[in-house]
């Protein structure tokens, strides 16, 4: 997962830097960018997972905030430590399942082409 985050958080930030035309600028945008589809997100989703009425919802929006490399990455390893802790529901008891951490790595694997050749 660490290599997985690593090729698809630097493919992605070379992509959203050419929406801008001043470095630090850009290096702003980006690191705020990332910091807030990571940890923000994955908050968001961790909250939603824990109400009974949003349980539904966050399966289907977890679909699209995996196309964030930073929620991937905050995610998998979530649920790494909610399964290891014993928290996390025992349907999914191996590590490399996919509602631990398989979709993420899926999704990062995905990202780092769609991101690598996207420009």
Same mark, same amino acid.
Request: proline content about 0%.
């Given at each position: 997962? %660490? *290599?997985?985050?690593? $090729? #698809? +958080? #630097? =493919? /992605?930030?070379?992509?959203? /830097? %050419? %929406? %801008? =035309?001043?470095?630090?600028?850009?290096?702003? +945008?980006?690191? $705020?960018?990332? &910091? &807030? /589809?990571? *940890?923000i997100l994955m908050v968001i989703s961790f909250i939603m997972g824990l109400?009974? /009425?949003?349980?539904? #919802?966050? =399966?289907f929006l977890k679909n699209f905030f995996r196309l964030s490399p930073g929620f991937c990455y905050a995610d998998g390893l979530a649920s790494l430590a909610l399964l290891r802790q014993g928290m996390k529901d025992k349907s999914s008891d191996a590590a490399f399942?996919?509602?631990?951490?398989? #979709?993420s790595i899926c999704y990062l694997g995905v990202e780092v082409y769609i991101f690598s050749f996207f420009f």
């Open positions: 997962m %660490f *290599l997985g985050y690593g $090729l #698809a +958080v #630097a =493919s /992605s930030t070379y992509c959203l /830097s %050419f %929406f %801008f =035309s001043d470095h630090t600028m850009a290096q702003n +945008v980006v690191l $705020l960018i990332n &910091f &807030f /589809s990571g *940890l109400i009974k /009425s949003t349980v539904s #919802a966050n =399966s399942d996919w509602n631990v951490t398989g #979709a």
